[in-house]
């Protein structure tokens, strides 16, 4: 059922071998005392102590600069006694003070100790975090940082690039799909659900006999897909012959990495309440066809259906080159992940997933519709993700790889043109929800990558019979 969103052969190197831990550091440089101590994988514990005459000096220059301004009533500005001010404003700028010194401490110990920190750090009574009346301020609190990487060699890698043509029976395809895209959907008054039919109703899912999901008036069609991140493969077997006004129920089990660890291997009951079912009767290829496509012929339509597909199965046959080479890095470098970034980098994953579905022309809308089978795979592929993430960084430092504003520009206006949108609207949308910064990442992942594929031994195959047409 699916909602209507719609091998490397390489040296051989030994794996790097886990970097030697450092001892516990102090710094003598900073006007504090310091101890960065490794308490596991990618994590530090850090214990700042700030002495005692550092706070009296910040509590007297905030105080004075507090008397220059505060408005104490009769009193002019600046001329207040200080005790008034200090008692008066005491818990406020304690507070503040304590803030200001906690950051400031936190900002010199990372620049000094050069660490590349991930996230924000975490103390463990931050409510408890106050100046002491007399004596020096002592704390710790844990970060994550970026775990030490030693690369394998990146140069002679032996990488297998499938030979793949466009033929007609590819163009026929592309064009059946377009006169689906196309077509209109007609009322079903004489029969009961069959393939591909469009059914419209509520959908409810139920755990021990509880709703933990529900759409109404949702339109899904009788195929394999997911709902709810929850694969369905014979929903036509359940839904076969139901007729609108009829409800239907199934079970199916829900997977062991679902994102909801609530109903992770659960029995899931789907209950089906239609209301109108329709089957799709695609359009004809006529003129008003061509011209509302902004075609004057068939072949003209054929011919940019070609380009489209060229231009496609390029880019997915150097995206599996990449792979390739993603494939010998996560074999071949040894690394301790951060424990605690897997449902960040699930997130991650997601949002990488959108990207690359933009950058791929997908229209919004059906990137929308597959957002819950991105999430129900986000969980499997996080902690891969997590490690290739930090390797590919590494490499690109290494190489000296970065991406500049004009190609930033230029993958923003595909997705501007793609998407019948105006550049500055497109990147403004991505600034606001992260998505900016993923694609510049992933651009300059993808750089580094295609470095080391300008030096591999490329070696051209046929494609496997069932893979032998593009997507």
């Known amino acids: 059922m699916a909602e209507n969103e719609a091998a490397v052969q390489e040296p051989t190197p030994e794996p790097s071998q886990p970097p030697a831990q450092p001892a516990a550091q102090a710094s003598e440089e900073l006007p504090y005392q310091v ?73 010199q110990v990372v620049q000094k100790n050069s660490l590349q920190v991930i996230g924000e750090p975490e103390f463990g009574n931050p409510e408890d975090l106050k100046l002491p009346e007399s004596g020096n301020l002592s704390y710790s609190f844990q970060i994550e940082v970026q775990p030490d990487i030693t690369l394998p ?35 079903i008054e004489d029969r009961g659900v069959e393939a591909n039919d469009h059914l419209f109703g509520d959908l409810h899912l ?48 829900v997977p062991e990495d679902h994102p909801n660890y609530d109903i992770r291997g659960k029995d899931v009951t789907v209950e089906v309440s239609l209301k109108d079912l329709k089957r799709l009767e695609p359009a004809e290829v006529n003129q008003e066809f061509l011209t509302n496509l902004g075609f004057s012929t068939e072949e003209e339509l054929r011919n940019a259906l070609r380009e489209q597909m060229i231009e496609r ?64 795979g986000a969980a499997d592929e996080a902690a891969r993700e997590l490690k290739l993430f930090f390797i590919l960084q590494k490499v690109a430092a290494e190489q000296n790889v970065e991406v500049n504003e004009a190609e930033l520009n230029g993958r923003i206006a595909g997705i501007a043109a793609q998407t019948g949108r105006r550049p500055e609207k497109v990147r403004q949308e991505m600034s606001a929800d992260g998505s900016l910064m993923s694609m510049y990442v992933q651009m300059r992942e993808q750089k580094a990558v295609d470095k080391i594929l300008e030096s591999a031994q490329i070696e051209e195959i046929e494609p496997p019979v069932e893979d032998d047409q593009p997507a």
């Not at 690039?161 to 959907?185: P, T, Y």
């Open 35 to 107: 101890k960065i101590e490794d308490v596991g994988p990618a994590t530090k514990k850090v214990t700042i102590e700030i002495p005692q005459d550092l706070i009296t000096s910040k509590l007297t220059e905030q105080f004075q600069e507090l008397r220059r301004e505060a408005a104490v009533p009769g009193f002019r500005p600046g001329h207040a006694p200080q005790k008034l001010i200090e008692r008066r404003f005491q818990g406020d700028v304690r507070q503040q003070v304590c803030r200001s010194l906690i950051s400031e401490a936190y900002e």
């Open 153 to 187: 060699p990146l140069t002679g890698l032996r990488i297998k690039k499938s030979k793949v043509e466009v033929l007609e029976r590819h163009i026929d395809k592309a064009m059946k799909n377009l006169r689906d895209q196309q077509g209109v959907l007609i009322p």
């Open 206 to 253: 139920k755990v021990d006999g509880n709703v933990i999901w529900h759409r109404h008036d949702l339109e899904i069609v009788a195929e394999p897909g997911y709902i709810y991140g929850i694969k369905i493969e014979d929903s036509l077997k359940h839904l076969r012959g139901l007729r609108p006004g009829q409800t239907r129920e199934f079970t199916v089990k």
């Open 313 to 376: 199965v390029t880019y997915d046959v150097q995206q599996s080159m990449r792979e390739q080479v993603h494939n010998y890095l996560m074999q071949n470098v040894w690394i301790n992940l951060p424990a605690k970034l897997s449902q960040r980098q699930a997130d991650r994953v997601v949002q990488r997933r959108t990207v690359e579905l933009m950058m791929r022309g997908v229209p919004e809308p059906k990137i929308q519709e597959q957002l819950e089978e991105l999430r129900s």
